[in-house]
C-alpha cells in the first residue's frame, strides 16, 4: 500500500483472513497502550530501508547506521545487551560483522533458566543494477520488515514484563551473504550452553497474503508442532503451510537453520510473502512505500497472544517431530 500517510485523524478497518480490526494513524497505541502502533512501525521502516542507509550491505557505512539505531532502541527501552555490548563481532573474510542482541530476564524463578530467541536480519545486499536511476536495494520487506518486527516486541515485553522465559532479540547481518551472522551467534550460545526452547525468525512480513489465505506461514512446518501451538496460543489461525516453502528449502535458508543445527530444537522461519505477492525481491522498488503498514502493525499485535503463550508454557509445549 503506498503512501498511506500523512498522519491524520483516520481511522482504518483492516481485514485479513475474515478478522478485522482498527487501527488509528495519529494515535500512539491501540486499545492497550502497550500495543503496537502504526506510527513506529512507519518511522522505523522508513528509517531502516532509506536511502540514507545505502542498502545495508555488511560492512558498509549505512548498516552501521542501522546497527546504531537497533542499539538506540534497546538503550530507550531498557533492553539489556547480552553480552558485554550489543554488538557481536565476527568476520567473513575481510569484512567485519555485527549481530545486534538485546536481552530480556524473565521473571520467573525457575523458567527464566529457559530462553526464546525472536530474530531478523538488517542486512541487505547495497546496491545493485541501476533502475531508473536507481541503484539502492533498500530491503524494506527483505529484511527491514522482520526487523521492525522483533524490535517492537522487544518494546513491548520491556514495558510489559509478562515474559517468564528469558527473551534474546536477535537482529543479524551477512544473512544475504550465506546466514553468516547468525551462524556465528548461534555457535556462540551453543558454547555459551545457553537452555534454548525455541527460535523463530522473522523473514519478508511487509506484504500481506490474499484474504482466502492463512496470515504467514511456517518454514520447515512438518519438523515440530510449532504452527499449530502458536495458532492455539492465539486462538487463531495464524500460521499455516505453504508448498513453495518446501520446494525453494526455505527451512535451510534463512536466519533460522543455524539454531536448529546447533541446539536441535524447534527453530523455524515465519513469512508473509509467498511469491505471488510481491515483484521486488532483491531490486531497488523494495522501498518502504511499498509495504503495506496497515498489515504489518496488525500481523505484529496478533502475534503477540501466540508468542506469549509460547514464552510462558509452564512446560516446554513446542517440539520437535520425529523424523
Known amino acids: 500500500m503506498k503512501k498511506i500517510f500523512s498522519l491524520l485523524v483516520v481511522v482504518f478497518v483492516f481485514g485479513c483472513g475474515g478478522q478485522k480490526q482498527i487501527i488509528s494513524a495519529n494515535s500512539n497505541s491501540t486499545k492497550n497502550s502497550n500495543h503496537i502502533n502504526l506510527r513506529d512501525v ?13 542498502g545495508r550491505k555488511t560492512g558498509g557505512k549505512g548498516i552501521e547506521k542501522a546497527a546504531v539505531f537497533i542499539e538506540n532502541i534497546f538503550t530507550e527501552n531498557n533492553i539489556k545487551p547480552y553480552f558485554k555490548t550489543y554488538r557481536d563481532t565476527f568476520n567473513v573474510k575481510e ?3 555485527y549481530n545486534v542482541v538485546g536481552f530480556i530476564e524473565g521473571n520467573d524463578s525457575n523458567l527464566k533458566n529457559e530462553f526464546v530467541i525472536l530474530g531478523a536480519h538488517y542486512d541487505h545486499i547495497g546496491n545493485v543494477k541501476t533502475i531508473n536511476g536507481d541503484s539502492i536495494a533498500n530491503g524494506a520487506n527483505d529484511d527491514a520488515s522482520g526487523t521492525v518486527a522483533v524490535l ?3 518494546k513491548y515485553f520491556s514495558k510489559t514484563k509478562t515474559n517468564k522465559r528469558s527473551l534474546l532479540f536477535t537482529l543479524y547481518s551477512a544473512e544475504e551473504m550465506g546466514l553468516k551472522g547468525s551462524e556465528h551467534l548461534a555457535k556462540r550460545l551453543k558454547q555459551a550452553n545457553i537452555d534454548l526452547y525455541t527460535m523463530i525468525n522473522f523473514e519478508m512480513i511487509g506484504v500481506p497474503r490474499l484474504d482466502n489465505k492463512i496470515m504467514s506461514y511456517l518454514t520447515g512446518y512438518e519438523k515440530s508442532n510449532m504452527a499449530e501451538t502458536l495458532n492455539n496460543y492465539g486462538g487463531t489461525e495464524l500460521v499455516g503451510f505453504l508448498p513453495k516453502a518446501n520446494e525453494f528449502k526455505l527451512f535451510r535458508r534463512s536466519d533460522n537453520f543455524p539454531f536448529y543445527k546447533a541446539f536441535k530444537v524447534p527453530a ?13 525481491y532483491h531490486h531497488v522498488d523494495d522501498e518502504a512505500d511499498n509495504m503495506d503498514l496497515i498489515h504489518m502493525t496488525y ?8 508468542l506469549e503463550g509460547m514464552i510462558n508454557a509452564d512446560t516446554k509445549e513446542i517440539k520437535i517431530n520425529n523424523e
Open 152 to 154: 517492537e516486541w522487544a
Open 42 to 54: 512507519k518511522k522505523n521502516l522508513e528509517f531502516l530501508a532509506s536511502d540514507d542507509l545505502e
Open 95 to 97: 569484512v567485519i560483522g
Open 299 to 306: 500481523f505484529m499485535n496478533k502475534m503477540i497472544p501466540a
Open 268 to 280: 523455524h522461519a515465519i513469512s508473509t510473502f509467498d511469491f505471488t505477492n510481491f515483484d521486488y
